[in-house]
């Protein structure tokens, strides 16, 4: 089997473009057009790793490993994705307030020589501190919110309310990378051999 020469990032996602850079990464973001929306009756774990797989799915080009992921808030068996308006934001964001929830990330890689795709779906629990009227407008006022799934970013500003988290931190930002190492590992490649070599690793050798 010929092994992918090329890392595609089918997201637009700064965060998930940030941890591939950390580790070194050299790929290319072409974020996947798909329709995202949730079919009746949906269970969550379903359909966050239906649409992580759709969107790896869209980008198949020779020479490929695609890269793919979503994530979803879930409480009280309700899926929070991000807010469609600074209302919406701040009604999720009093709902989660005072409470734990958790959080989904569906990754999928796909390996498009040999059509294969794999995926899995990572947990982590969250809990948000009880938050006051101007706390919650003052954070939504930020933008910060806008984007995110359950209306906040637990490595940016709205760390301030973040008290506890169980589970993979990575996850909860948008890509765990132990899954992620895994599912590439299944594909018979090496998430390392996509490793662009530093100017500091380069001055070492």
């Known amino acids: 089997m010929t092994e992918a020469r090329q890392l595609i990032l089918a997201s637009a996602s700064p965060r998930r473009s940030e ?13 996947a057009d798909i329709d995202e929306s949730r079919l009746s009756d949906e269970a969550a774990e379903i359909y966050v790793e239906r649409i992580a797989r759709s ?20 409480i009280d068996d309700s899926v929070l994705g991000k807010p469609e308006s600074p209302e919406d ?3 999720m ?20 020589n040999s059509g294969a795709l794999r995926s899995s779906v990572e947990r982590s629990k969250v809990r948000i ?5 101007s706390e919650i ?31 993979n931190y990575a996850n909860i930002v948008g890509l765990p990378v132990p899954t992620l190492y895994r599912l590439v590992a299944e594909l018979g490649q090496s998430l ?8 500091d690793e380069a001055a070492a050798s």
């Open 129 to 133: 501190a009880a938050m006051s009227l």
């Open 137 to 167: 407008n003052w954070y939504v006022a930020t933008g910060e919110p806008l984007d995110k799934a359950g209306a906040y970013a637990i490595q940016g500003l709205g760390s301030l309310f973040v008290e506890r988290v169980e589970g």
């Open 89 to 91: 934001a701040k009604r």
């Open 19 to 31: 941890i591939l850079r950390g580790l070194g990464l050299g790929f290319e973001i072409e974020p």
């Open 55 to 74: 969107k790896a799915d869209n980008r198949r080009r020779p020479g490929t490993l695609t890269i793919a992921a979503d994530t979803i808030v879930v």
């Open 93 to 112: 964001l009093a709902r989660l307030a005072g409470r734990e929830h958790e959080v989904l990330t569906a990754v999928a890689v796909l390996d498009a």
């Open 192 to 199: 390392l051999d996509f490793r662009v070599e530093s100017a």
